[in-house]
Nanobody, 115 residues
């Protein structure tokens, strides 16, 4: 079993920065990818950023240049550094891990950006 725990959410003013972290524990032996998703009220969940086992990254167009996803392999932790925050970034952010065709989700952490 794999467990994911997100942390770092909170309230930040527009233009501010926030870093989310997601630590995986349990049966970690071959991670294919880790990712951050977000879901705003009344909207569908969307993929924000991904990082694969070889370090390749991909981002939602609206966050390119502002957000950075990174991974600490020894700690099985993925981070999302969010700079130049905008009110539209307000959402619940979820961590996702893919390991050998199985997926695992964290419980989500609320991020609120005030104008």
């Amino acid at each position: 079993q794999v467990q994911l725990v997100e942390s770092g959410g909170g309230l930040v003013q527009a233009g501010g920065s926030l870093r989310l972290s997601c630590q995986a524990s349990g049966s970690i032996f071959n991670i294919n990818a880790m990712a951050w998703y977000r879901q705003a009220p009344g909207k569908q969940r969307e993929l924000v950023a991904t990082v694969t086992s070889d370090g390749s990254t991909n981002y939602l167009d609206s966050v390119k240049g502002r957000f950075t996803i990174s991974r600490d392999n020894p700690k099985n932790t993925v981070y999302l550094q969010m700079n130049s925050r905008k009110p539209e970034d307000t959402a619940v952010y979820y961590c996702r891990l893919v390991q050998r065709l199985r997926e695992y989700w964290g419980q989500g952490t609320q991020v609120t950006v005030s104008s």
